[in-house]
């Protein structure tokens, strides 16, 4: 069964860079694209962005939020099934539970989640 | 802020049967079958519970149903239990570059 858990720093100064990884087990990272979507407390979802490797060169395609868009950046290591997410610039705004989720090619849904980290954003 | 639009609260007695709505804008979930609904308990991640607009993944109870009528989707709750008590939220693709947007969810009360 597949699953996946995020790691990272729970505490980011503001105007510093949010790092976390997703470690994907049980399953392969091929043939889905893995997003990040985090959560404010007390708030809906927000869709941060997707990132799919492609092919045995690696090849990553990525989609971001556009409302994020200069901020964010996401990659794929396909020999330690891991998914970054790497956010710049953090303000208290970016306060929130972050999740890496697992999209099915050719849908848009997200079929397995990780228990998703609280990352605050304060100094 | 959510771009889909949800009731904040809803509510029913067991065996009861609750519908909830998300409506949404002429760019998102009008045009494309990819609304999908999740459950999502205090301080746990979401599961998906409708997919594609009506689709039940497996292992989903029939209680879990999901429509939609031109902006509007539903997800009704039939049969309701206490396990159904829980925050809802919606989440449709938005097309334009590619991205997804959710709504700001709806807490499930069993009375």
């Known amino acids: 069964q597949v699953q996946l858990q995020e790691s990272g720093p729970g505490l980011v100064k503001p105007s510093e860079t949010l790092s976390l990884t997703c470690s994907v087990s049980?399953?392969?990272?091929?043939?889905?694209?893995w997003t990040w979507i985090r959560q404010p407390p007390g708030k809906g979802p927000e869709w941060i962005g997707y990132?799919?490797?492609?092919?045995?060169?690696?090849?990553?395609?990525?989609n971001y939020n556009p409302s994020l868009e200069g901020r964010v950046s996401m990659s794929v290591d396909p020999t330690k099934n891991q998914i970054s997410l790497k956010l710049s610039s953090v303000t208290a705004a970016d306060t929130a539970v972050y999740f890496c989720?697992?999209?099915?090619?050719?849908?848009?849904?997200?079929?397995?989640w990780g228990r998703g980290m609280l990352v605050i954003v304060s100094s | 802020q959510s771009v889909l639009t949800q009731p904040p609260s809803a509510s029913g007695s067991p065996g009861q049967s609750v519908t909830i709505s998300c409506t949404g804008s002429g760019s998102d979930l009008p045009n494309y079958n990819f609304v999908s609904w999740y459950r999502q308990y205090p301080g746990k991640a979401p599961q998906l519970i409708i997919y594609?607009?009506?689709q039940r993944p497996s292992g989903v109870p029939d209680r879990f149903s999901g429509s939609r009528s031109d902006n509007t989707a539903s997800l009704t709750v039939s049969g309701l239990q206490a396990e159904d008590e829980a925050d809802y939220y919606c989440s449709s693709y938005a097309g334009r570059n590619n991205y997804v947007v959710f709504g700001g969810g709806t807490k499930l009360t069993v009375l």
């Open positions: 049980g399953g392969s990272i091929g043939n889905y694209y």
């Open positions: 990132v799919h490797s492609i092919g045995s060169d690696n090849y990553q395609s990525t």
């Open positions: 594609d607009v009506t």
């Open positions: 989720a697992r999209q099915p090619a050719g849908d848009w849904l997200y079929d397995i």
